[in-house]
């Protein structure tokens, strides 16, 4: 089995999520995940920059923006729920949004449940040397 691309990163920021939902459970707003999570990190040592403003580019032209909830090393991007259930949009929404910023690995991490959920995606139309900021 091939080697997962960037997976002592993912990793770390699993285990912050998860130290995060093991503190808080379930039933908080989002936007207190996020807050957590950041200082979790922190403390994990990533670098990552917390709402981060993305280009999204159509054709080659930048058609607007979007604020990721997490970009981590400049190389993952975090998107972070707090839903009783992830739907098949929420997978579709993360994916579209590396494919936007052209970043390989991104996270999908929901909150919202009675245990942690997280998916790792990856871009299948990633192309490397090609820069989304």
């Given at each position: 089995m091939a080697e997962l691309k960037y997976k002592e990163i993912t990793e770390k920021i699993i285990g912050a999520?998860?130290?995060?939902?093991?503190a808080l459970g379930n039933g908080f707003q989002e936007v207190i995940?996020?807050?957590?999570?950041?200082?979790?990190?922190?403390?994990?040592?990533?670098k990552f920059a917390r709402e981060f403003n993305m280009p999204v580019y159509y054709n080659g032209i930048m058609i607007g923006e979007r604020r990721v909830d997490f970009?981590?090393?400049?190389?993952?991007?975090?998107?972070?729920?707090?839903?009783?259930?992830?739907?098949?949009?929420?997978?579709?929404?993360?994916?579209n949004y590396l494919e936007a910023y052209n970043l390989?690995?991104?996270?999908?991490?929901?909150?919202?449940?009675?245990?942690?959920?997280?998916k790792r995606l990856q871009n299948p139309k990633f192309k490397p040397g090609i820069l989304s900021k």
């Open positions: 999520s998860m130290k995060v939902h093991a995940y996020q807050r957590a999570l950041e200082i979790e990190m922190q403390n994990s040592g990533l970009l981590v090393e400049d190389k993952i991007s975090v998107e972070i729920k707090a839903l009783l259930k992830l739907e098949p949009v929420h997978f579709a929404q993360a994916r390989e690995v991104g996270l999908l991490i929901n909150f919202g449940s009675i245990s942690l959920e997280f």
